[in-house]
């Protein structure tokens, strides 16, 4: 495959950046980050490779296989997931018995959902700590710190999830949508290997609480790009 021009990975990088600079507007963040977006699936690049100073790499071809235990709060976290590894070709499976997250994609694309996933993980954690602290002091505050967690973090995830599936369904719509079909097929095939059959779990319910609104409202500020490389010991396979 042809490497990316140079031109190309330059824009990304200063839409990125205008996405996350303190003097960027809600409005201008948000198009910045949908444009960068796009740019990366147009031309199948990776944010980590794109910040780092090696620059892009060339994609491996097919799909492996990310497995980690998320031991506690496995319900949103697993939906976080989802919801940014969708808007980057690749595909989540969750064992909830095990507390087991699956993810599917190409090395690159898995790498981006992780560090992502991480990064975002991170800020919504603390978001929420502070959220439901804000919370106990109104007078009325009838819910209890795990229902409003709850609520708090699926909200998040609704707006998370509305703000990555713009620059993708405008992908879809036009260039990318060849790119699309192609990847699907081989990150569907390596899940039906690994997971010859598959049920779909129902959808975590939420209250509509004061959490889900602040939560909502949380989301539409995260950063979806941080300067830190992923660490830790999970290792990228080739599926069983």
């Excluded at 824009?11 to 910045?32: D, G, V, Y």
């Excluded at 190409?106 to 978001?127: D, P």
Aim: aromatic fraction near 8%; charge should be positive; proline fraction near 3%.
């Amino acid at each position: 495959m042809q490497a990316p021009d140079e031109g190309i990975v330059n824009r990304i990088r200063h839409l990125l950046a205008m996405a996350e600079h303190e003097n960027s507007n809600q409005h201008e963040a948000a198009l910045a980050l949908e444009h960068a977006q796009r740019l990366l699936l147009q031309h199948n690049l990776s944010r980590a490779s794109v910040l780092t100073s090696d620059g892009p790499s060339t994609p491996t071809e097919g799909a492996g296989k990310v497995d980690w235990q998320e031991k506690t709060n496995f319900a949103w976290k697993s939906a976080l997931v989802g919801a940014i590894a969708r808007a980057n070709l690749c595909r989540t499976v969750k064992s909830p018995s095990t507390s087991t997250l699956h993810l599917f994609g190409r090395r690159e694309n898995v790498q981006s959902v992780l560090a992502m996933y991480l990064w975002v993980t991170e800020q919504l954690e603390g978001m929420a700590l502070a959220g439901y602290k804000a919370y106990q002091q109104d007078d009325y505050h009838p819910d209890s710190r795990a229902r409003w967690r709850t609520d708090f973090f699926l909200g998040a995830i609704e707006t998370i999830n509305n703000r990555l599936q713009k620059p993708y369904e405008a992908f879809a719509q036009g260039d990318g949508k060849a790119l699309i079909v192609v990847n699907k097929a081989m990150v569907d095939a390596a899940v039906t290997k690994t997971f010859p059959s598959l049920h779909k779990s129902a959808p975590m319910r939420h209250s509509m609480g004061q959490g889900y609104g602040a939560g909502k409202e949380a989301g539409a500020t995260v950063s979806f790009a941080q300067a830190k490389r992923i660490t830790g010991t999970l290792q990228l396979g080739a599926g069983r």
